[in-house]
């Protein structure tokens, strides 16, 4: 029988001393993308080199703004376009884990559709090289 990792309880930290921002978290991702790089070569006598790939890995997630200076928003706006530590534990009983390294950047936007609601936004933490899997306990 499968074993499936539903979301929470669990933690996101960026940085050197880790920060856990999982509290701002309404929910996370980690996407892969796959770039070619160069193109297929065809050699004189007929075999074809494929171009080569490599992975993009990046952390998305939809976040609630804490706005004080301990919050996400803060943290990302010191460290703006530099390398942080990551690791994203999407449910923390069942243990699997991504770390590695990401750039932190700001969100887009900051706001929100209606009075009165909390101010939101959307990260996105493209990844410096792939992360690493831990797989579930």
Not at 60 to 65: K, L
Not at 106 to 128: F, M, N, Q, R, T
Request: glycine share 10%; hydrophobic share 40%; proline share 4%.
């Amino acid at each position: 029988m499968a074993a499936f990792t539903v979301l929470g309880d669990g933690t996101l930290t960026l940085g050197t001393t880790p920060t856990d921002f999982s509290g701002e978290i309404l929910g996370a991702a980690i996407a892969h993308e796959y770039e070619d790089i160069g193109e297929a070569r065809t050699m004189l006598d007929g075999t074809v080199r494929p171009a080569s790939q490599r992975r993009l890995d990046s952390l998305t997630a939809s976040v609630e703004n804490d706005l004080t200076a301990s919050g996400l928003y803060a943290f990302l706006e010191e460290a703006d376009l530099t390398e942080v530590a990551m690791v994203f534990t999407p449910n923390t009983a069942d243990g699997a884990k991504w770390t590695g390294t990401v750039v932190a950047s700001l969100p887009s936007e900051v706001g929100s559709d209606e009075y009165g609601a909390p101010l939101a936004s959307e990260i996105e933490l493209k990844g410096v090289g792939t992360f690493t899997f831990t797989p579930a306990t």
